[in-house]
Nanobody, 117 residues
Framework: QARLVESGGGLVQPGGSLRLSCAAS????????MAWYRQAPGKQRELVAR???????NYTDSVKGRFTISRDNAKNTVYLEMNNLRPEDTAVYYC???????????WGQGTQVTVSS
């Protein structure tokens, strides 16, 4: 059974850093495009960062230069390093695994990130 488990969220002051992890099980991890999404209260879920099977990456404009997505296929884990955090980064962050352009998709349960002084 496929399972994605996020960790690493929490409360951080503006300008601080967090590292999110997403451990996958029950899937052929290296075959999946992995991504991080986020959803703030009252807003739609948005794509934050994405990493392909070949480790090509792309980011939403608001996090470019501050966030870094990476993957470790040996550990079946994807990471999101978040630096210089801003209050507007506050959201629930979700891990996503995508196979064959969305024909198979899995979601984690989400981890809360709160940026506040």
């Amino acid at each position: 059974q496929a399972r994605l488990v996020e960790s690493g969220g929490g409360l951080v002051q503006p300008g601080g850093s967090l590292r999110l992890s997403c451990a996958a099980s029950g899937i052929g991890f290296r075959l999946y495009v992995m991504a991080w999404y986020r959803q703030a209260p009252g807003k739609q879920r948005e794509l934050v960062a994405r990493i392909t099977r070949g480790s090509s990456t792309n980011y939403t404009d608001s996090v470019k230069g501050r966030f870094t997505i990476s993957r470790d296929n040996a550990k079946n884990t994807v990471y999101l390093e978040m630096n210089n955090l801003r209050p507007e980064d506050t959201a629930v962050y979700y891990c996503n695994a995508d196979y064959a352009a969305g024909s198979v998709r899995y979601w984690g349960q989400g981890t809360q990130v709160t940026v506040s002084s």
